[in-house]
């Protein structure tokens, strides 16, 4: 095979330096190098019948054979053209040096991730991690192991999605299941918060979205109480809205926190005095807390009778809106850019 690869090079570049016009030189191509029945091709093909050794330096004359035939046809293709080879490696050329870049239009963090960051970054220098938990939640994690069993009136309250064909899955509702696997995992003392996406199948309108962002905060500990949890929300409230935010707290239902409260500021427009916005009450919700229950503690590996805890869950969407002065929460999912370039 070798002395036949040598004869058909050098017939090739005879014929090849022969060539009398482009049309002559495709012929030229195709009979020696077509890729179904050029004649390098079809002596190629015997390479499977050597033996290894043999087929490994008659693989290597083979391509050597190619790569002088390609090269000739080049050559001769620029010399009918009137190109020198010189001529056709300058055209080749690339300058990769480039004096000028244009500048780069640059995007920017949505208005729910200013406020997620920030409070990250506040609640991190306070001595908290923060803590992921999937979106896709077992029944039992999001609804059984924070104290609402199936025969629970509240689940009516948070409706969501489940998987079909696959019984006790659902899409979170809250990110309260993160309490219970963080303990498990963790253990106590423990303090984090939980930022993420959560999901609800419910009506859209202008305070309500199916699919919505919260955080969550927890602390277990020894000797936990009250004071601790008000604490904590009046720094996260005047983090937020100024050194002037007053907190108070209502007494409301929650199945995993006892005693439970409803947590308000003061109003961020009318600075307490009463407008449309607060609906002339001086007040904005904002939060939901609370003792973390017994149930919930034992859930999560805990022993009640020694640590105790609090927990408070917030939209950060709502929290973004009330920063903001934004009275329509679906432009937050839009993703229109006359909206969001404002930030």
């Not at 079809?42 to 190619?66: F, I, S, T």
């Not at 620029?78 to 001529?87: C, T, W």
């Not at 929650?254 to 009450?281: D, I």
């Not at 917030?314 to 009330?322: K, S």
């Amino acid at each position: 095979m070798l002395a036949d690869l040598k004869k058909l090079k050098d017939e090739a570049l005879t014929a090849i330096n022969a060539a009398a016009d482009v049309l002559n030189l495709e012929e030229l191509e195709n009979r020696f190098l077509g890729r179904k029945s050029g004649e390098i091709t079809n002596l190629m093909k015997g390479l499977k019948e050597l033996a290894v050794d043999a087929k490994r330096e008659a693989g290597a004359v083979a391509n050597e054979v190619k790569t002088a035939v390609a090269e000739a046809l080049a050559t001769k293709r620029n010399e009918l053209a009137g190109v020198s080879q010189s001529e056709a490696l300058s055209a080749e050329k690339l300058d990769i040096t480039q004096s000028y870049l244009p500048p780069v239009e640059q995007g920017h963090y949505h208005p729910s991730t200013l406020v997620q960051t920030d409070l990250e970054d506040l609640f991190l220098s306070m001595g908290f991690v923060v803590l992921d938990g999937p979106e896709l939640e077992s029944d039992y994690y999001n609804f059984t192991a924070v104290n609402v069993p199936p025969e629970h009136p509240a689940r009516d309250m948070q409706d969501t999605f489940y998987i079909k064909n696959h019984s006790g899955w659902v899409m979170r509702t809250h990110t309260s299941p993160v309490q219970v696997r963080a303990m498990q995992k963790y253990g106590a003392p423990l303090r984090g918060i939980v930022p993420g996406k959560c999901f609800r199948n419910e009506a859209t309108d202008a305070r309500h979205e199916h699919t919505l962002y919260q955080l969550e905060g927890i602390v277990v500990d020894k000797n936990i109480n009250f004071s601790h949890l008000k604490g904590v929300l009046e720094a996260m409230a005047r983090h937020l809205y100024g050194a002037n935010t007053q907190v108070r707290l209502r007494p409301k239902f929650y199945p995993f926190v006892e005693p439970g409260v409803n947590g308000e500021v003061t109003c961020f427009l009318c600075a307490g005095q009463g407008c449309r916005v607060c609906k002339k009450s001086g007040w904005l919700e904002i939060l939901g807390a609370g003792m973390i229950h017994p149930n919930v503690l034992r859930e999560g590996g805990i022993d009640p009778k020694i640590y105790s805890g609090f927990a408070f869950g917030c939209g950060l969407d709502r929290l973004t809106m009330l920063k903001y002065g934004i009275d329509e929460i679906r432009v937050l999912k839009a993703g229109d850019l006359r909206f969001v370039n404002q930030f």
